[in-house]
């Protein structure tokens, strides 16, 4: 089995979906029989998996910065990132590299050129979609070209690309080098949390079991989340929360916004009557709403954000398009039908165990990776691309 080094340019462990992912992705492979290493900054908080070699920038080059987006002490600590990548390359020998995100193949593809592994990018997202998220607002239409310019020059230097969603897939594959393989991200059900647990994180959150909608995440622009709150002022028999564990500004008028820690949030989604995503931006796949599905909570969400739910089978789904209008109705509708917030809520559950089960999808990564084995055996993967 292969030998793989996972790189991710971001403190971990950290309770976020990016990380999240990095870490089930990482569990997913090593249960097939791949040799995991882990690569990725100094920082972090919680425990990692013992069962992998980790490489890590120095804690003092590290940014203190937990969240995503740009930071001022990230370029020195993506230089030794991509050191690092190459010492251990150099000692291990890897097969290959899984580089998360654009950032995360830059390093590892400038570390491929001084001899390091073939690359395969793991697009968590369309830049071109969310680059601008992270920008002035008056930078907003110039964020997109960027964004488009870095997601087609990193697919074309890639050995393989990964993508989460068919959005991503269909915006990369004309661009793409070598071969690319769209798999949803896993899931591996964790036992749920008692009664007693849920009854505590509701009382935090001073809502009654099954009788709030719930958004938990962090409140980043691409979220949407004002749309949820000018939602939430308009149907005040409805308790709306959001909750989150990222430190900053929490205000948003007309719903209960409240800092858990991770375990509490995931206690209080088993208590939710409805669990809400507003997010419209193409390209990803948000780690939360397999943590609904694991719930057996109903979701209300846009179209489009996930292509394994289906309208009125698993999810309730609103237009792509849809302002607050139908996120009340939405809402309105589900709080007075709790036989369709069960069969939702359930439909959502055998989702998760038939589309996401990890077995599966780990299977199909390492295929993905075989390719790249294939391709560099053969001397493509450092020369032209394939035709």
């Given at each position: 089995m292969p030998r793989l080094a996972l790189l991710g340019a971001f403190p971990?462990?950290?309770?976020?979906?990016?990380?999240?992912?990095?870490?089930?992705?990482a569990?997913?492979?090593?249960?097939?029989?791949?040799?995991?290493?882990?690569?990725?900054?100094?920082?972090?908080?919680?425990?990692?998996?013992?069962?992998?070699?980790?490489?890590?920038?120095?804690?003092?080059?590290s940014p203190r910065r937990v969240r995503s987006g740009p930071a001022l002490a990230k370029p020195v600590a993506d230089l030794a990132l991509g050191r690092a990548l190459l010492r251990a390359a150099s000692a291990r020998g890897f097969d290959a590299v899984l580089a998360h995100n654009v950032e995360g193949a830059a390093i590892a593809l400038a570390a491929r050129a001084l001899g390091g592994p073939p690359v395969v990018y793991v697009a968590h997202t369309l830049m071109a979609a969310e680059l601008d998220a992270w920008l002035p607002r008056a930078l907003a239409s110039a964020a997109v070209g960027v964004g488009a310019r870095l997601d087609r020059g990193v697919a074309a230097r890639a050995d393989a690309v990964l993508t989460l969603c068919e959005p991503a897939a269909n915006a990369l594959r004309p661009h793409a080098r070598g071969c690319l393989a769209n798999v949803a991200p896993g899931h591996a059900p964790q036992p749920p949390p008692d009664d007693?647990?849920?009854?505590?994180?509701?009382?935090?959150?001073?809502?009654?079991?099954?009788?709030?909608?719930?958004?938990?995440?962090?409140?980043?622009?691409?979220?949407?989340?004002?749309?949820?709150?000018?939602?939430?002022?308009?149907?005040?028999?409805?308790?709306?929360?959001?909750?989150?564990?990222?430190p900053g500004h929490l205000a948003q008028p007309g719903v209960r916004c409240l800092r858990m820690a991770p375990q509490a949030a995931r206690a209080l989604t088993y208590g939710a009557a409805v669990t809400l995503a507003a997010r419209r931006r193409e390209g990803g796949f948000p780690i939360k709403l397999l943590e609904y599905m694991e719930a057996g909570r109903a979701i209300l969400a846009r179209a489009g954000l996930c292509e394994t739910l289906e309208h009125d089978r698993s999810a309730w789904l609103v237009p792509r398009d849809a302002?607050?209008?139908?996120?009340?109705?939405?809402?309105?509708?589900?709080?007075?039908?709790?036989?369709?917030?069960?069969?939702?809520?359930?439909?959502?559950?055998?989702?998760?165990?038939?589309?996401?089960?990890?077995?599966?999808?780990?299977?199909?990564?390492l295929t993905l990776v075989e390719t790249v084995q294939g391709t560099a055996s053969d001397g493509i993967a450092h020369g032209s691309p394939a035709r």
């Open positions: 971990f462990p950290a309770p976020f979906g990016s990380q999240r992912y990095f870490a089930a992705q569990a997913a492979l090593a249960d097939a029989g791949a040799e995991i290493t882990l690569c990725c900054y100094g920082s972090g908080s919680g425990e990692s998996d013992r069962r992998f070699d980790m490489v890590r920038v120095a804690a003092a080059l007693a647990e849920i009854a505590r994180a509701c009382a935090e959150a001073g809502v009654s079991r099954d009788g709030f909608a719930l958004y938990t995440g962090n409140f980043d622009r691409y979220q949407e989340l004002p749309v949820l709150a000018a939602a939430a002022r308009r149907v005040p028999e409805i308790p709306v929360v959001f909750a989150t564990h990222v302002g607050a209008d139908a996120f009340v109705a939405a809402l309105r509708a589900l709080h007075a039908a709790p036989a369709t917030r069960a069969r939702l809520g359930a439909g959502a559950r055998a989702t998760l165990e038939a589309r996401h089960a990890w077995p599966a999808l780990a299977s199909r990564i």
